[in-house]
């Protein structure tokens, strides 16, 4: 997921270790995907892209 994001938008993603399961992705501060808020379901890379294209990224 991480090689997409670079190549759809040219910017790399952070890791931050966390405990519990956790998966949230954030962008400009503005929560995109939380694992923990969609039953524990990952993003879909393409959903996840076409969401981040929609904040005009």
Request: hydrophobic share 45%; net charge negative; charged share 25%.
């Amino acid at each position: 997921m991480a090689a997409r994001l670079e190549a759809e938008f040219g910017v790399s993603s952070q890791l931050i270790e966390g405990g519990g399961g956790v998966f949230d992705v954030v962008v400009d501060g503005a929560l995109l995907h939380s694992k923990q808020q969609s039953a524990g379901q990952f993003p879909e890379e393409d959903k996840l892209v076409a969401a981040i294209k929609g904040r005009g990224a």
